[in-house]
């Protein structure tokens, strides 16, 4: 069936560093995707999200890129601090419902 | 406010036994959502209440039955419990039916 994926599945980087989370899906008729970030023992937490007609949305230090060519998405931390360390989940879904498709998650840990 | 609470934290049940996962949302939110997130792996819809006196069946429904006692409540039921249904049990709730969700802090299931 068709899924979301990651490529990483754990990535470690210096505190201050930009760190790059990947994401690949595979069902062509997804148009919104979503990153969540997931603190240990608590509940996801949403990030920021895309439709399928941007390329690239910007938040509050994190970019979030879109490449429907290659159906992949990334999520771009700025400066990364001890406390973006986490589960981070991208998720896909269709504008014509709500129902949320998870990835397995990328465990980001931040060296000080 | 307390946002999305869930009780109990943690539950050990024998297999057979049953037991009801709450779920309260204090943000006025009209859908509510039940996901279960295994080892390694992302989260997976269970079941959903796009408002109250409605519910509909998830990615996998099958073990489970959900009751939404009211806007603010919703309830996951465990009839006949599984070693299967071993899982962390996550209630979300949005505004509408949308991806943006808050999540609770979960409930640790063990079923031996």
């Known amino acids: 069936g068709e899924n979301v994926g990651l490529h990483l599945p754990t990535l470690s980087v210096q505190e201050g560093d930009n760190s790059i989370i990947n994401c690949a899906y595979s069902n062509s008729a997804s148009d919104y995707f979503i990153w969540y970030k997931q603190e240990s023992g608590k509940g996801p937490q949403f990030i920021i999200d895309?439709?399928?007609?941007?390329d690239k949305r910007q938040g509050q230090r994190v970019t979030v890129l879109l490449n429907k060519t290659v159906k992949h998405l990334s999520l771009q931390i700025a400066a990364t601090q001890p406390g973006d360390s986490a589960v981070y989940f991208c998720?896909?879904?269709?504008?014509?419902?709500?129902?949320?498709?998870f990835g397995k998650g990328t465990l980001l840990t931040v060296n000080p | 406010n307390a946002g999305v609470t869930q009780t109990p934290k943690f539950q050990v049940l024998k297999t057979g036994q049953s037991m009801t996962l709450q779920c309260a949302q204090d943000?006025?939110?009209?859908?509510m959502y039940w996901y279960r997130q295994d080892p390694g792996m992302g989260l997976r819809l269970i079941y959903y209440s796009a408002s109250e006196g409605t519910t509909d069946k998830g990615e996998v429904p099958n073990g489970y039955n959900v009751s939404r006692l009211n806007k603010r409540e919703f309830s996951l039921r465990l009839e006949s419990a599984a070693p299967s249904q071993t899982s962390v049990y996550f209630c979300?709730?949005?505004?509408?039916?949308?991806?943006?969700?808050?999540f609770g802090p979960g409930t640790r299931l063990t079923v031996t």
């Open positions: 895309i439709r399928s007609n941007m």
């Open positions: 998720a896909e879904t269709r504008s014509s419902n709500y129902k949320l498709t």
């Open positions: 943000m006025n939110h009209n859908s």
């Open positions: 979300a709730s949005s505004l509408v039916l949308s991806y943006e969700q808050y």
